[in-house]
């Protein structure tokens, strides 16, 4: 099972960027995916997720912001990045788990800064 990350960088305050993450190794279908976050001295935190019935999900923080999508025939899950802060400076990382068992992949993570 291989989660690869890539689309990380850096971006003046108020940019864009967007986060790519290509599974590997699953059934794309059976699970949820989606992006969490850690800031420097930071828990992870969720930061956008697909979920039942490809129903999404938002930290507050990036709502309006960050639209998360995926692409079933490229097992590919994408996070679009608007209008960056420098408070979404953090190491993203993609992540996949079962719908059912609750197994759970994890991504290397990919370096977001932002620059004010």
């Known amino acids: 099972v291989q989660l690869q990350a890539s689309g990380g960088g850096l971006v003046q305050a108020g940019g864009s960027l967007r986060l790519s993450c290509t599974a590997s190794?699953?059934?794309?279908?059976?699970?949820?995916m989606g992006w969490y976050r850690q800031a420097p001295e930071k828990q992870r935190e969720l930061v956008a997720t697909?979920?039942?019935?490809?129903?999404?999900t938002y930290a507050d923080s990036v709502k309006g912001r960050f639209t998360i999508s995926r692409d079933i025939a490229k097992t590919t899950v994408d996070l679009q990045m608007n209008s960056l802060k420098p408070e979404d400076t953090a190491v993203y990382y993609c992540?996949?788990?079962?719908?059912?068992?609750?197994?759970?992949?994890w991504g290397k993570g990919t370096q977001v800064t932002v620059s004010s």
């Open positions: 697909f979920a039942s019935g490809g129903s999404t």
């Open positions: 992540y996949a788990i079962h719908y059912y068992n609750g197994m759970t992949y």
């Open positions: 190794g699953i059934t794309f279908s059976s699970y949820f």
